[in-house]
């Protein structure tokens, strides 16, 4: 594995205007994707910090339908899945839901969905947004060798994590917030709080259709 030099962006960045009416149309778009089960604060965050620091014109929550590399067994309904992403991100403006995955159903590939995305929106210039625990697996990612030539990857980092990657990936520091989705459901498995782990109206849906009350 060959090393990159690591470049992590502090302050939004002010692209070069390059005087082509296809370079002036394009809309710089995060794109955040996911299980979300449930979605966290977590999350918030790292989609806040990126969009402020890459400047960028929104981001996209994207839930996945059937992960490539998750047990399914793990994952809730979609449409409960898709109900919490909205209640979380509801009242940010530069924040959206995507549903194309959801649409599409079967296993969730990243090559695909960015092809069905740009088929639909040539305008876009996509910055998709991973964790640091997901750099090591890009090899293993679907098509990879395509993806990469379609998207710009912002490596979010993580503790115990390398910086290191085959690939070019764009790092942005984000505040270390220490909460995963299991985290989260083991503790409504167990009848603990999870107020201030997840936005308000999360946590009353969670109540309120009786999720992970039982643990997968």
């Keep these: 594995?060959?090393?990159?030099?690591?470049?992590?962006?502090?302050?939004?960045?002010?692209?070069?205007?390059?005087?082509?009416?296809?370079?002036?149309?394009?809309?710089?778009?995060?794109?955040?994707?996911?299980?979300?089960?449930?979605?966290?604060?977590?999350?918030?965050?790292?989609?806040e910090q990126v969009y402020e620091q890459l400047g960028l014109e929104k981001v996209l929550f994207m839930p996945d339908a059937n992960p490539p590399h998750v047990d399914h067994k793990e994952a809730?309904?979609?449409?409960?899945?898709?109900?919490?992403?909205?209640?979380?991100?509801?009242?940010?403006?530069?924040?959206?839901?995507e549903t194309c995955e959801l649409k599409r159903g079967g296993i969730s590939y990243t090559y695909d969905t960015i092809k069905q995305l740009l088929a639909k929106h040539p305008e876009y210039e996509i910055y998709f947004i991973i964790g640091g625990d997901m750099v090591a697996y890009l090899p293993k990612w679907?098509?990879?060798?395509?993806?990469?030539?379609?998207?710009?990857?912002?490596?979010?980092?993580?503790?115990?994590?390398?910086?290191?990657?085959?690939?070019?990936?764009?790092?942005?520091?984000?505040?270390?917030?220490?909460?995963?989705?299991?985290?989260?459901?083991?503790?409504?498995?167990q009848g603990q709080s999870i107020r201030y782990l997840v936005p308000d109206n999360v946590n009353q849906y969670i109540q309120k259709e009786g999720l992970y009350r039982e643990r997968n």
């Design 1 to 47: 594995m060959s090393n990159l030099t690591v470049v992590t962006y502090q302050k939004p960045i002010v692209k070069p205007v390059l005087q082509t009416e296809s370079v002036l149309n394009k809309k710089r778009i995060g794109i955040l994707g996911g299980t979300f089960n449930p979605p966290h604060i977590g999350h918030l965050i790292i989609a």
């Design 76 to 97: 809730i309904a979609a449409n409960h899945r898709k109900e919490m992403v909205q209640a979380s991100i509801a009242d940010n403006p530069h924040f959206e839901l």
């Design 142 to 189: 679907h098509r990879i060798d395509e993806l990469v030539k379609l998207v710009h990857f912002v490596g979010v980092k993580r503790a115990g994590f390398s910086l290191e990657s085959i690939y070019p990936i764009m790092w942005v520091d984000v505040p270390l917030i220490q909460i995963s989705s299991t985290e989260i459901r083991q503790k409504v498995a």
